[in-house]
């Protein structure tokens, strides 16, 4: 069974410039969330879908970042325009179901950088 | 305002050496308290969790001790191995809609041959 994919692995872009980070869940999960790590610092929720709904966005910075989950599968993270504090790690996880807690399964991460 | 605090920031230990990293939470509606094993390039994956209705759990050579009344819990590698050296992040969450996990900082173990 595959497990959770990102791409791109790592991403260099200019202050100013749009990214669009992915993420594949297991198949069959109905719930995918986004966390980040800003170097040195704690893992931090950004968002929960479950299935193509937004469930909670309260970690969500600012509306510069746009999550999709069109259809209940692959999910999309958008940032527009990027600043430099949105460099970190952005991890992707996925898991079966939401009430009960489940196990949850990460991906490798997004590195970005913005410079 | 961080929900779960966690140390050492980083540790090192010799082989066969018993590393404990220790977290504490505010939150007493926190009901899940899982650690997550990262490797360099690799996502986070659990290593073992523990319900605050028990106050150790043990799965092989790693064991959760919880303090419920303190509101701390922590991780004991037993007979620690240059393989266990990676990030070891605390986390918590609650029973709910949302069930997203609260991070510590995380702790950089090095097990020295």
């Known amino acids: ?115 | 305002q961080q929900q779960v605090k966690q140390s050492p920031q980083s540790l090192i230990v010799q082989k066969g050496g018993i590393p404990i990293i220790n977290c504490a939470y505010e939150n007493t509606a926190f009901d899940y308290f899982p650690w997550y094993q990262q490797f360099p390039g690799k996502g986070p994956a659990l290593l073992i969790a523990i319900r605050p209705d028990v106050s150790e759990k043990k799965e092989g050579r790693f064991t959760i001790s919880f303090n419920k009344s303190a509101k701390q819990f922590s991780l004991h590698i037993m007979d620690s191995q240059p393989g266990d050296s990676a990030t070891y992040f605390c986390a918590a969450s609650m029973r709910g809609a949302t069930n997203k996990l609260i991070f510590g900082t995380g702790t950089l173990l090095a097990v020295q041959p």
């Open chain 1, 1 to 115: 069974e595959a497990g959770v994919t990102q791409f791109p692995s790592h991403s260099v872009i200019e202050k100013g410039q749009t990214v669009t980070l992915r993420c594949d869940p297991i198949s069959g999960h109905d719930n995918l969330y986004w966390y980040r790590r800003v170097m040195g610092k704690e893992i931090k929720f950004l968002l929960h879908f479950v299935k193509e709904s937004k469930q909670d966005e309260s970690g969500m910075p600012n509306n510069r970042f746009l999550a999709e989950r069109t259809g209940g599968t692959y999910s999309t993270l958008k940032v527009q325009p990027a600043e430099l504090e949105d460099s970190g790690v952005y991890f992707c996880a996925s898991s079966k179901q939401a009430s009960g807690v489940t196990e949850a399964f990460f991906g490798q991460g997004t590195r970005l950088t913005v410079v």
